[in-house]
């Protein structure tokens, strides 16, 4: 007489996790195939809509605009191309970070009006400098009178000139002789300020995107804040794939395997890299 074949004893608690994750590799897989890790990334609504109630209501319960602030934003956008200047959660998120890591100097790379020069004047101290850079002379006038009622004017060092003349020489290669970018040295640079800024803010042509990289890097202290703005429009496509990376300081890291397609720097990077988005002044609150 034929003896029934033994069943295998599985725990049931086994067998479930195994059906589970069975379950959850199929739907991975599945999903993965429809929708690309990048993609995904991309699509995905980070922040509310800029017309929702709920934008409006965290604007209204965490902005903490300055007066003359404020009117500079209103006065920047009746300018032509007025939607283009740094918005104002933006603008307070780089003051914040600079009231965090006490910073007393600020480079700020296109000027305009100067609404990004101001936001960060007010978060230095009495002794603070923000040096800004603007080749037309026309749009910081019409925010001087607002620098001067803010009582900040003082701090606001304006240079009406290509910022890569301001932010000075650049050297490639390797030694003491290695030839400059840029043939002879000017300013910043020059005058032996490597090293001694806390915050950039690189909001200007997206042509010499890469050469103001490499220069704020220099510019940069340990623990410093580099912030570019409009990441996606200034670097193209590639660059909405690229994921903002904090490198610990003061100890040097060196360079990862894979670098970024555009912004490649020759050095060791020792501060925090924050790529900001592109939502318009407009959206803040009026």
């Not at 995904?40 to 007066?67: F, G, I, N, T, V």
């Not at 800004?132 to 026309?138: D, I, L």
């Not at 606001?156 to 003349?165: F, G, H, S, V, W």
Request: with cysteine; proline share 10%; aromatic share 4%.
């Amino acid at each position: 007489m034929t003896q029934p074949m033994p069943r295998i004893s599985v725990p049931a608690a086994l067998a479930l996790g195994s059906a589970a994750l069975g379950a959850a590799f199929a739907t991975g897989l599945f999903l993965g195939r429809r929708c690309p890790p990048w993609r995904s990334r991309r699509e995905k609504r980070l922040l509310p809509a800029e017309d929702s109630p709920l934008w409006q209501y965290l604007l209204s319960r965490s902005m903490r605009e300055h007066p003359a602030l404020r009117s500079l934003r209103l006065l920047t956008l009746e300018q032509p191309q007025g939607n283009s200047m740094m918005t104002c959660e933006q603008a307070q998120l780089l003051a914040n970070l600079a009231r965090l890591i006490k910073a007393k100097k600020a480079l700020d790379l296109g000027t305009f009006t100067g609404y990004s020069a101001l936001a960060l004047a007010l978060a230095l101290p009495p002794a603070g400098r923000v040096v800004t850079c603007e080749v037309n002379p026309g749009p910081p006038e019409l925010g001087r009178p607002l620098w001067r009622q803010a009582e900040e004017e003082h701090k606001i060092d304006l240079r009406l000139k290509p910022a890569l003349e301001t932010l000075g020489e650049h050297r490639s290669g390797k030694g003491p002789r290695a030839i400059s970018q840029m043939g002879p040295p000017d300013e910043l640079l020059a005058a032996g300020e490597a090293g001694t800024f806390d915050v950039a803010v690189m909001d200007a042509d997206k042509d010499n995107c890469t050469a103001y990289y490499e220069r704020c890097l220099q510019l940069l202290r340990p623990g410093g804040v580099l912030a570019v703005l409009s990441v996606r429009d200034r670097l193209g496509e590639e660059s909405s794939r690229a994921e903002c990376v904090c490198r610990p300081w003061p100890l040097p890291m060196p360079r990862p395997q894979t670098p970024h397609p555009v912004l490649k720097s020759s050095g060791e990077e020792r501060c925090c890299s924050l790529s900001l988005g592109t939502r318009r002044p407009s959206s803040c609150e009026t």
